[in-house]
């Protein structure tokens, strides 16, 4: 049985994540395990000698008694919406979110992380922020964030950009293995600017390969590569855009605020990033 990490403040960013982590573990057979991590504040014990330990034990507890109450909540979510089956464990850590969700990964062996964002600013820290460079970086499996506005829905079109590279394909099998339990289509794209190098022959040998799965190659040309992508999820009907990490540079220029924004506000798609190898 696979995996997924759902961090969660219990915001309804958060709770929006949950019911897609939810959906999704029910596609791939997954268990979730749901992270909430807190900060406690450095207090100098020497302005409280006597009372210091107890400061701490008192936001530790206060902290337990919150998860507490808040885990039964998502559980009911789970029933009503003919879930309750899907095995969800829990973990409460102190300490940095990014550095707690990277450490339960790698203890969990995690297969996926679903998380939540809240719109333009959010995605643009997400992905470009020092904290979340990290993240993308050390960790190794794929990430679905889930905009707030996108409100779980049937998968039908799994969208998939690429750049013909060899090392693509294993990518686009692990999205083709999850549609094919969804009964989605796969929506390939290529925007071919004036700079691409891919040859034709490359894109044939792709359809040809590909010719028994429910996958489509489109290739577009465009020197507006982003606005070419935004324009594929409208007009494609896409419900999940799937991108693979390249070079740092091309994902900070696909993903910078203008774009996001685009995103979050015009189409509100969950994006799965995967990670080339």
């Not at 894109?203 to 290739?219: P, R, S, T």
């Not at 220029?253 to 685009?262: G, H, I, M």
């Amino acid at each position: 049985m696979k995996k997924i990490l759902v961090p969660t403040d219990f915001s309804e960013t958060a709770t929006n994540a949950f019911v897609h982590a939810l959906e999704f573990a029910k596609i791939v057979n997954a268990e979730l395990i749901l992270l909430h991590t807190f900060e406690i504040p450095v207090y100098d014990s020497q302005f409280f000698p006597e009372n210091y330990a107890s400061i701490y034990s008192s936001i530790e507890l206060a902290k337990f008694e919150m998860f507490k109450d808040e885990i039964p909540i998502l559980r009911n979510i789970a029933i009503e919406r003919n879930l309750g089956d899907i095995v969800i464990k829990h973990r409460l850590m102190d300490g940095d979110l990014l550095y707690n969700l990277k450490n339960a990964v790698k203890e969990d062996e995690i297969d996926f992380v679903i998380m939540g964002t809240t719109g333009a600013s959010d995605w643009t820290k997400f992905f470009l922020g020092s904290n979340t460079n990290s993240v993308i970086s050390g960790v190794e499996v794929p990430v679905l964030c889930v905009p707030i506005d996108a409100k779980f829905k049937k998968i039908k079109t799994i969208g998939f950009t690429t750049r013909y590279r060899e090392k693509d394909k294993k990518e686009l099998r692990k999205v083709l293995k999850i549609a094919q339990k969804t009964g989605a289509k796969v929506k390939s794209l290529y925007v071919k600017n004036s700079n691409s190098d891919v040859a034709d022959i490359t894109v044939k040998e792709w359809e040809v390969e590909f010719a028994n799965e429910n996958v489509e190659f489109l290739v577009l040309p465009s020197d507006e590569v982003k606005e070419t992508i935004l324009d594929f999820i409208l007009y494609k009907d896409i419900d999940v855009l799937t991108t693979i990490t390249h070079k740092k540079t091309f994902f900070e220029s696909l993903f910078n605020s203008s774009f996001t924004q685009k995103i979050a506000k015009q189409v509100s798609v969950p994006v799965l990033v995967m990670h080339e190898n």
